[in-house]
C-alpha cells in the first residue's frame, strides 16, 4: 500500500541520504541543491511531500525558497520502477493542498512533459513571460545546464525549459 506522507508525520533521518542518492542520478533533478539535510529541512518545513510504499520513500517533490516571496517546485521524482501508477499526480495535488494559501508565488520549471501533465494537479499553468511575475533570476539564473554567458539569449526558453506558475 502507497502512503503520502506529509509534516508533521515523521520519516526516520536514514531515508533523506538514500533519497538524495538516488534523486541525484537522475538526468533532469538539479544535484547541488538535493542534499539529504535540504530534503528533510524542506519537509520538516511543510514544503514537501513524500510517497512511500512498504516502508521505502518511492516518491518525493518540493517548493524551495527561492528568494523572498517565491517558491519553485521542484525535484520531482518517481522510483523507477512505480512510474506510471499515477503516483506524480497525488504528489503534486498534495504539494498544491501544502501551498494553497501561502502567500509566495508558487513556479515550477520543467523539461519533462509528464513533469508539465502532472503539474496540472497542482493548478501549475504554462507561462511564457520569463520575467513577471517571476523574475529571470529566479527562473534562468540558477540553470545548471546552460553557461552563464549564454542565459540571456538562452533558445530553451518555451521550447525545452516550460515555466508554470500556481494559480490559486
Keep these: 500500500m502507497t502512503f503520502v506522507r506529509k509534516h508533521p508525520e515523521h520519516i526516520e533521518d536514514s531515508v533523506w541520504g538514500n533519497l538524495a542518492s538516488v534523486m541525484v542520478k537522475e538526468a533532469k533533478i538539479m544535484t547541488e541543491r538535493n542534499t539529504p539535510r535540504a530534503l528533510a529541512d524542506l519537509y520538516a518545513k511543510g514544503l514537501a511531500v513524500a510517497l512511500e510504499q512498504d516502508g521505502v520513500v518511492i516518491g518525493y517533490i518540493a517548493a524551495w525558497p527561492i528568494g523572498k516571496g517565491f517558491l519553485e517546485v521542484g525535484s520531482a521524482w518517481i522510483h523507477s520502477d512505480y ?49 513577471d511575475p517571476i523574475p529571470w533570476e529566479h527562473t534562468c539564473a540558477p540553470c545548471e545546464w546552460v553557461e552563464d554567458s549564454k ?18
Design 151 to 168: 542565459k540571456l539569449t538562452c533558445g530553451h526558453r518555451n521550447n525545452i525549459c516550460m515555466l508554470r506558475i500556481m494559480q490559486r
Design 83 to 131: 512510474r506510471g501508477n499515477g503516483h506524480a499526480s497525488t504528489l503534486y495535488t498534495t504539494l498544491h493542498t501544502l501551498l494553497i494559501n501561502r502567500t509566495e508565488h508558487v513556479f515550477a520549471i520543467t523539461q519533462n512533459p509528464i513533469a508539465l501533465k502532472a503539474g496540472r494537479h497542482a493548478r501549475l499553468e504554462l507561462n511564457g513571460c520569463w520575467t
